[in-house]
């Protein structure tokens, strides 16, 4: 700081000084007019005298009345925004000169216009002269379209303020920064932060220039010009090496923290068992499984650079979709948006496995009493029943079927001679028609039924859910369950009412002939399914059916699975992945870490038990304990996110970065504005970089990048559903979008505590935010910062 300032600078403090003590007087003077001009007071005071009002002067007292409500109606119809507020009125001064005309504008939350204020305050984010501030900057010529008219001007002067309780405390401008102590103005000797610590910037050991710039490196490190992966093979430690080159079959557990390599192991790993046994794991019968497109996208784009060819990464919820619809053709295509989180719960819980399990078993039961029934009454019924005892082990669709064809003499059970007598005949139509009219036609809706059963008979939720999960949802989490699943129970049948309807079937085809997209055709009365619903029915399906089956009728089957963010797949989904392996040479390669859990509807909190449910063995590989992605600031910050719930002990980076930037701002305004000088700073010297803004709500996103745009900000994408083009360039999304991806900085634009308090949900949101930087790291936030992030030292 400097002892003293020059006249010319203590001038400009002043100026700023004056302005402000006149900006606050006229808004107190504005608060006071409101206040006099409130007439409600006056209002229900007539109204008061009614009572005590002689007779002949109640129409006068009505008359009044009357003419004070008008005008506090048109006073209410033309009043403005609320005013700004007087202790942090503004953010920034702007001086602009406009066709020989000079004039002040500030920059604030709120816009006011008045005869009392020296000059006026517009809403930096709708006041179309504000894009003038964000876009050029002091002694720039500007011409710009304002409105329905294109204007030229010059800005004279450009100020950045912060007013703190009244008071201005700092003041930016093309001069330098200058700091109010408490007793007197200073001059700050520290510039203003920009991005640094790039690729061969990061690495220097004398490199302590705190987050005095952002980037200033060419942030390369382990990056092509398309972000794609280089292949590292000759950099594999000999930990990951040890778990690329582990035996082919069971079940490889590969975790790690984030950015230890987890997604380049278990890559690596299947291009290794592709490139040892290709007779074995070819094109066909191995498949990457992810949950979301952008890491699909990305893996498809690397395994040609490591020799596999023609190999794309399949996303979940689309495959199981598909495989679902292929097989229940009759059940809606359209999903809900708008799930309880306990029914997504429920369904992705490890007990639905036991409990439908359970359920199908039940049903053979029946099935078996049910032919008991009725062919103990005829001679050759012991017969059909014997039959029915020697197919026991097959699964129960089958079984019927097989019983069926063998009672019609199409088909042989052991060295039993068919019963194939008029009785029997008449007694299995009878049976048939009465129990399974579906058998042959469309077995699948015995998995229906089941499903059905299960979420629509409340006793039978319930108990299950006690028996096999006790205590792990309560009671009024049931009724929400039950509740939801009937009510998309009946929609369904509705629908089904609907379809012999003359008039439904006209509105379809205007929809169709209008092409109105299926899941926008009468949304309210339209059945849809949960997401979750696909795994559930398919799970079912392999129970009761057999295994999946592609069109052709061959079976579905992979010979390697790789499944990658693994933390965020439930039971349910590990199960039925599981069964498209070799039952007795499974392959599967997990990766993932459990401190980067954000899917809703996962319960389990560790790696038992999420697997345990599959009744294999696992081999739960030592974690990976190096972090490659991430600088050791970062890291050290991830673990202080994560706290005492991470299950990564052991965890370190390979090499030191710039210190983690940490930026409070009273208002929304003032941290765009800050961020768009950052950002322009950064793409004129390291126009190869990649950045994320991330937020944790779209909603931030949006406010985020509507202001970057504002400002012109070159090279800027809003990404909204993982639609990354991994190249160069400035992207604004919110923190889920990025799950598995790594850029070279990162800012969390709104880290504070309401956004991110200190629930467990919030810790692993906030872990996944600050982990996707590979160089450095920002934290920006508006008012109190989240409670996870550590307090500032000294």
């Known amino acids: 700081m400097s002892a003293s300032l020059a006249p010319e600078l203590q001038s400009v403090l002043d100026e700023e000084l004056s302005l402000l003590r006149k900006v606050q007087q006229g808004l107190l003077t504005l608060t006071a007019e409101e206040d006099s001009a409130n007439l409600y007071h006056d209002i229900i005071e007539l109204r008061d005298s009614l009572g005590e009002a002689q007779r002949q002067d109640v129409p006068a007292i009505m008359a009044q009345m009357e003419r004070l409500i008008l005008i506090t109606h048109q006073q209410d119809k033309f009043r403005k925004t609320p005013l700004p507020d007087v202790n942090a009125p503004y953010f920034a001064h702007m001086r602009i000169r406009e066709n020989g005309r000079v004039r002040d504008l500030l920059l604030g939350s709120r816009h006011s216009l008045s005869r009392h204020l020296p ?392 929809a169709e002939q209008e092409q109105v997209a299926p899941q926008l055709r009468f949304q309210e009365e339209q059945p849809m399914l949960d997401e979750e619903d696909d795994t559930l029915l398919l799970l079912l399906y392999q129970m009761a059916i057999g295994p999946l089956r592609r069109k052709q009728g061959k079976l579905l089957q992979y010979r390697h699975l790789l499944v990658d963010e693994a933390q965020d797949f439930s039971p349910t989904e590990f199960k039925l992945l599981l069964n498209l392996t070799p039952p007795k040479r499974p392959s599967v390669t997990l990766a993932g870490d459990m401190d980067q859990r954000i899917m809703a509807g996962r319960r389990h909190q560790n790696w038992t038990e999420a697997l345990g449910a599959l009744e294999q063995n696992v081999t739960e590989l030592e974690p990976l304990r190096i972090g490659y992605r991430s600088t050791h600031e970062v890291m050290e910050l991830a673990r202080a996110v994560i706290g005492e719930y991470s299950v990564n002990q052991d965890w370190e980076a390979t090499r030191h970065g710039a210190p983690i930037g940490q930026f409070v701002f009273q208002e929304p305004g003032a941290l765009v504005m800050f961020l768009v000088e950052a950002l322009e700073s950064l793409s004129i010297r390291e126009p190869h970089a990649s950045v994320a803004v991330l937020t944790r709500h779209p909603e931030t996103a949006n406010a985020i990048h509507e202001g970057l745009v504002r400002a012109d900000v070159s090279n800027l994408r809003r990404i909204r559903d993982q639609e990354f083009p991994f190249t160069p360039g400035i992207e604004v999304t919110d923190v889920a979008q990025t799950k598995g991806l790594e850029f070279d900085y990162v800012v969390v634009a709104d880290a504070d505590a309401q956004t991110y308090p200190s629930d467990l949900r919030s810790r692993h949101l906030l872990y996944v935010a600050v982990t996707r930087a590979a160089h450095q790291l920002w934290l920006l936030h508006c008012g109190n910062p989240s409670p996870l992030l550590p307090k500032p030292q000294g």
């Open 119 to 510: 000059c006026p305050i517009i809403d930096w984010k709708n006041a179309p002269i504000s894009k003038v501030f964000y876009r050029y900057r002091e002694g720039d010529e500007y011409v710009e379209q304002i409105g329905e008219r294109e204007v030229e001007g010059e800005v004279l002067l450009r100020r950045v303020l912060r007013i703190n309780e009244g008071q201005l405390t700092q003041v930016v401008t093309a001069e330098g920064v200058f700091l109010w102590n408490g007793s007197k103005w200073e001059r700050s000797e520290v510039n203003l932060p920009q991005l640094e610590g790039g690729g061969g910037v990061a690495m220097r050991p004398d490199y302590a220039t705190a987050a005095d710039q952002f980037g200033t490196g060419s942030a390369t490190l382990g990056y092509q010009a398309d972000k794609h992966l280089q292949e590292i093979t000759a950099l594999i430690d000999p930990q990951q090496f040890e778990a690329i080159t582990h035996p082919e079959s069971g079940i490889l557990l590969i975790q790690g923290g984030a950015g230890s390599g987890k997604t380049t192991v278990a890559l690596h790993r299947l291009a290794y068992l592709m490139s040892k046994q290709p007779g074995y794991f070819f094109t066909n019968s191995v498949m990457p499984v992810v949950f979301g497109p952008a890491l699909a996208n990305y893996i498809s784009k690397v395994l040609p650079s490591l020799g596999v060819e023609d190999v794309p990464a399949k996303i979940y919820q689309q495959w199981v979709s598909r495989q679902r619809q292929r097989l229940f053709q009759k059940l809606p295509r359209v999903y809900t948006e708008n799930t309880p989180v306990a029914a997504i719960e429920l369904k992705r819980h490890a007990f639905v496995l036991h409990w439908f399990a359970e359920e199908v078993a039940s049903r053979v039961q029946d099935f078996g009493e049910e032919l008991e029934h009725h062919f103990s009454g005829i001679s050759e019924g012991q017969v059909v029943l014997k039959a029915w005892e020697q197919l026991e082990g097959t699964l129960w669709v089958p079984r019927m079927q097989h019983l069926g064809r063998w009672i019609q003499g199409r088909d042989r059970i052991g060295k039993l001679q068919a019963a194939q007598t008029p009785a029997v005949l008449r007694c299995w139509e009878k049976l048939v028609e009465e129990l399974i009219p579906e058998l042959e036609e469309a077995p699948e809706q015995f998995v229906i039924q089941v499903w059905d059963d299960c979420l629509i008979r409340k006793e039978t939720l319930v108990s299950a859910a006690q028996r096999f999960a006790p205590g792990e949802f309560s009671e009024g989490e049931l009724e929400s369950v039950w509740a939801w699943a009937n009510r998309q129970y009946h929609k369904r049948l509705e629908a089904e009412r609907m379809r012999n309807d003359f008039a439904w079937k006209r509105l379809q085809q205007e």
